[in-house]
Nanobody, 125 residues
Framework: QVQLVESGGGLVQPGGSLRLSCAAS????????MGWFRQAPGKERDFVAT????????YYADSVKGRFTISRDNAKNTVYLQMNSLKPEDTAVYYC??????????????????WGQGTQVTVSS
């Protein structure tokens, strides 16, 4: 089993930046693809980004492409999400999780498990 703790959220003005971190413990972190998702109030949990085991391959939701960057440090068991040019519509609770099913698509939240508690990101002036 994998335990995850997200951090780095907060209140930021439109156009600002934040860097989220997701620290993992438990089973071997480097054996998992990792993903970031977000959930706004009253909405579904949506895919944001995913990264391969070694970090060489990444995919992004169209809504964040060019603004967000996912990365990982396997030595520190941590995955990051650098968020730039933030918009009010980026406001949500952000979650990370390991991808436990490669049969389901990378943007399908059912492919992921062992969710952390999330970190709140609020973009507002």
């Amino acid at each position: 089993q994998v335990q995850l703790v997200e951090s780095g959220g907060g209140l930021v003005q439109p156009g600002g930046s934040l860097r989220l971190s997701c620290a993992a413990s438990g089973r071997i972190f480097s054996s998992y693809y990792m993903g970031w998702f977000r959930q706004a109030p009253g909405k579904e949990r949506d895919f944001v980004a995913t990264i391969s085991r070694g970090g060489s391959t990444t995919y992004y939701a169209d809504s964040v492409k060019g603004r967000f960057t996912i990365s990982r440090d396997n030595a520190k068991n941590t995955v990051y999400l650098q968020m730039n040019s933030l918009k009010p519509e980026d406001t949500a609770v952000y979650y990370c999780a390991p991808r436990v099913s490669l049969q389901l698509g990378y943007s399908n939240k059912d492919a992921y498990d062992y969710w952390g508690q999330g970190t709140q990101v609020t973009v507002s002036s």
